[in-house]
């Protein structure tokens, strides 16, 4: 069993940083491939980042790469979402998965467990 808690959400204007922070309880969380989702109001969970345990190999969705980096922390038990360049686009609750895997996976029922979620809200 593995829980998630994420924090780092809020107000934002256009063009700046947040860093999102997604900490889980548990003794191997660096066996599970964790991956940052987003879900906007009447939408889907859509794939964020990713990045696998050991190893650390990261994936992004197009829409992010070369303005999010999502990293990890084993000994803390922590994943990281950075997200500079912010754009009123990205505004949605962000969630973090967890999953017993050693590839990155981008569809979101595939993780078995979730966070509660964080609001990012990014105004023009």
């Known amino acids: 069993q593995v829980q998630l808690v994420e924090s780092g959400g809020g107000l934002v204007q256009a063009g700046g940083s947040l860093r999102l922070s997604c900490a889980a309880s548990g003794r191997t969380f660096s066996r599970y491939t964790m991956g940052w989702f987003r879900q906007g109001p009447g939408k889907e969970r859509d794939f964020v980042a990713g990045i696998s345990g050991r190893d650390g190999n990261t994936y992004y969705a197009d829409s992010v790469k070369g303005r999010f980096t999502i990293s990890r922390d084993n000994d803390k038990n922590t994943v990281y979402l950075q997200m500079n360049s912010l754009k009123p686009e990205d505004t949605a609750v962000y969630y973090c998965?967890?999953?017993?895997?050693?590839?990155?996976?981008?569809?979101?029922?595939?993780?078995?467990?979730w966070g509660q979620g964080t609001q990012v809200t990014v105004s023009s």
């Open positions: 998965g967890a999953l017993a895997s050693t590839v990155v996976v981008t569809t979101s029922r595939s993780y078995e467990y």
